[in-house]
């Protein structure tokens, strides 16, 4: 079964850290992109960012919001993508969900979430 | 404010047809392929249509999807209590390299 699963969530201070994992399995990780997406409380899908695979150098990109904050790594070894969050702002409270970013198929598979709330 | 511009909700009875529009340019839409997201209550979203009219395995047939244009539309025909949930459409934007999503749509099944 292809399963990813969102890990890291928690209450944090706004200007620190967290970190997020997206643990992966059922699928050959490194031929996938991978996506985060969050969803603020009452809102809607926000793009986050996203790393492609390897092949493609594991290239990054991110939402506005998050640019020079945000860094999205992986590691092959472990089938696991990251979202290091940096200088949290009370705005980055939100569900957080990583998705199997398949291109042209769209987002085809994504986790059940974890909850990021920034508040001091 | 989005680039793509759905309403805030829709609703219909159940087996009736209901459709939920998507509304882009010339640079979303007009030129890019369009995704449908399905968000039921307390749930993470999930992929129902993808290049436009294309549907994942285990999507079944009563949602379809269609280009026209700047615009696209999700249909679900055949509507059933279990299809109420937010709906999003969604786009690849070149210039900024990334995802964008519709605003959601709440499809209320009355």
């Known amino acids: 079964e292809v399963q990813l699963v969102e890990s890291g969530g928690g209450l944090v201070q706004p200007g620190r850290s967290l970190r997020l994992s997206c643990t992966t399995s059922?699928?050959?990780?490194?031929?996938?992109?991978v996506s985060w997406v969050r969803q603020a409380p009452g809102k809607g899908l926000e793009w986050v960012g996203f790393?492609?695979?390897?092949?493609?150098?594991?290239?990054?990109g991110y939402a506005a919001s998050v640019k020079g904050r945000f860094t999205i790594s992986r590691d092959e070894s472990k089938s696991t993508a990251y979202l290091q969050m940096n200088s949290l702002k009370t705005e980055d409270t939100a569900i957080y969900y990583c998705s199997r970013d398949s291109g042209i198929y769209g987002m085809d598979v994504w986790g059940q979430g974890t909850t990021v709330t920034v508040s001091s | 404010q989005s680039v793509l511009t759905q309403p805030p909700s829709a609703s219909a009875t159940p087996g009736q047809r209901v459709t939920i529009s998507c509304s882009g340019s010339s640079s979303y839409i007009g030129s890019t392929s369009v995704y449908w997201y399905q968000q039921l209550p307390g749930a993470a979203p999930k992929l129902v249509i993808y290049?436009?009219?294309q549907r994942p395995s285990g999507v079944p047939d009563r949602f379809s999807g269609s280009k026209s244009g700047t615009s696209a539309s999700l249909a679900i025909s055949g509507l059933r209590s279990e299809d109420e949930a937010d709906y999003y459409c969604?786009?690849?934007?070149?210039?900024?390299?990334?995802?964008?999503f519709g605003g959601g749509t709440k499809l209320t099944v009355l």
């Open positions: 290049s436009n009219n």
């Open positions: 790393i492609r695979r390897k092949p493609y150098g594991g290239a990054t």
């Open positions: 059922g699928f050959t990780f490194g031929d996938y992109a």
């Open positions: 969604a786009t690849w934007d070149d210039s900024l390299s990334g995802w964008v």
